[in-house]
């Protein structure tokens, strides 16, 4: 059996990011109740669609829509993301590091038991979350086969 959810969360692990699936209210709800004092970057996996390919009348694969965010509240430095930043501090302080995270975190989805497909698209989500988190997300589609395992 294949878990696309743990795919993300051993990804996360692997590269000491703190690991949140869930839909907006869950993830809100999650951040709300961890302590977000330190520089702590966190990946926010969003529920996903899965649509299955059928070959001889059974289904030989998943292709896995979603999205996913990068973000932290604090910077290394202290500095608090808030609403009176502009938005190229925002970008320097935050939002071009998570560009390369972003980057990794696809080659570590390459490097699975997952086939990346279509064309990922990464965008940015300003003062998000009760806590106004400034995330940069990316939505992608990958494939697995129903033979993959991963537990």
């Known amino acids: 059996m294949f878990d696309p959810v743990k795919l993300f969360e051993d ?20 951040i709300e109740k961890q ?16 649509n299955g390919q059928t070959h001889n009348g059974s289904i030989s ?10 973000g932290r ?18 970008y320097d302080r935050r939002i071009i590091e998570y560009s390369s ?11 699975s038991d997952v086939e990346l497909i279509g064309e990922p698209r990464r965008f940015r989500d300003i003062n998000k979350f009760d806590t106004n988190i400034d995330l940069m997300g990316c939505a992608l589609t990958f494939q697995y086969d129903v033979l993959a395992s991963n537990i």
Do not use: H, M
């Open 35 to 50: 302590d977000l004092r330190d520089s702590e970057i966190i990946l926010i996996v969003f529920p996903f669609e899965e």
């Open 11 to 30: 990804i996360a692990s692997a590269r000491g990011l703190q690991f949140i699936y869930g839909s907006n209210l869950s993830a809100n709800w999650e």
């Open 73 to 90: 509240k604090f910077d290394p430095d202290g500095t608090i993301s808030n609403l009176d930043e502009t938005d190229r501090q925002k």
């Open 101 to 111: 995270i972003i980057q990794e975190i696809l080659n570590d989805l390459c490097a």
């Open 61 to 70: 694969t998943w292709t896995v829509n979603t999205e996913i965010y990068v």
